[in-house]
């Protein structure tokens, strides 16, 4: 049975000295979604959507695709469809490279439309603590101690040895997974070369291998099975988590329920992520054997 916890209304650089290459510790892979789990976007990617479209085909979209825990890939695919375009996979890499381009634009826009949803930095900033290249990583951070706050783990004891390593799995093209997220300021924390996105694959649970790949390029290190968490909002992160066998933590910020997002089999289900020592507790639980 999922575990849900918290309570609503309350980028790791490589840097080889640091406690995790010194110590036997466990190593982490998080992988953040980024629209309704980091973000609300404001609706920027529909009107990108939207601006794509009426370049490639002269004529207004009648109505994107559903986009909720989908990549961009199949999203396009099934928006060119929807909108009666023969042969849409001829378009889709065509349809993805402007949309790519558009982000100076879409930068704009999300200066303008999108917010950071409420917890979410404070949540990179408290993972951060452990962070491959930062002292106190892979040392825990109980009481007293220098580096992290007391009791992150939420039990006021010492955290896990652990290193985390954070990155983004998400359904956006790169560079407009890379935008919205400067565009709030949350990016700082995330090592965006060791994440996944949506103009790779169309199938979510495809990422997941090719960031447990990239993670473990960059840092030396097997990210496979439980050393991989996913945080997501949609019953399609907890999809591609559990057909990986990865952990899913999710958190009800978007259009599905926290019970639907238990029935769906998230390891653990939040309100959202407000409450920092939850969502902290949540991602660096050792699993049950």
């Known amino acids: 049975m999922p575990t849900l916890c918290g309570s609503a209304g309350h980028t790791a650089r490589p840097v080889w000295r640091d406690a995790c290459y010194r110590r036997r510790v466990r190593w982490l892979l998080v992988l953040w979604d980024v629209d309704f789990t980091l973000i609300n976007a404001g609706g920027v990617g529909a009107r990108l959507y939207r601006m794509v479209f009426r370049d490639m085909f002269g004529t207004e979209l009648p109505g994107a695709a559903d986009m909720a825990g989908r990549t961009d890939r199949a999203i396009v695919l099934d928006t060119l469809a929807r909108a009666g375009i023969p042969e849409p996979r001829q378009h889709l890499d065509q349809f993805l490279a402007r949309l790519a381009a558009l982000a100076p634009t879409g930068h704009e826009l999300a200066v303008q439309h999108s917010r950071a949803l409420p917890g979410a930095s404070a949540a990179l900033d408290a993972l951060a603590a452990f962070a491959p290249g930062r002292d106190n990583a892979g040392a825990g951070t ?96 907890v999809a591609a988590a559990r057909a990986t066998g990865a952990r899913a933590v999710a958190v009800a910020t978007g259009g599905t329920s926290a019970d639907e997002l238990a029935d769906s089999g998230a390891d653990v289900v939040l309100p959202d992520l407000t409450d920092t020592a939850a969502v902290v507790s949540a991602i660096l639980a050792v699993p049950d054997p």
Do not use: I, W
């Not at 580096?147 to 040895?161: I, Q, S, V, Y």
């Not at 495809?206 to 097997?222: I, K, M, P």
């Not at 496979?224 to 968490?229: D, E, F, M, N, Q």
């Open 142 to 237: 109980g009481h007293g101690q220098e580096g992290g706050p007391a009791g992150l783990d939420g039990t006021g004891d010492r955290a896990p040895d652990v290193c985390v390593v954070q990155s983004v799995l998400t359904g956006n093209v790169r560079r407009m997974a890379e935008m919205k997220l400067r565009a709030v300021g949350l990016d700082a924390h995330l090592d965006l070369e060791a994440g996944a996105y949506g103009d790779s694959h169309e199938v979510r649970s495809e990422l997941v291998h090719l960031a447990r790949g990239n993670a473990a390029r960059r840092y030396d290190r097997d990210f496979s099975g439980t050393a991989t968490v996913l945080v997501g909002d949609t019953p399609l992160d």
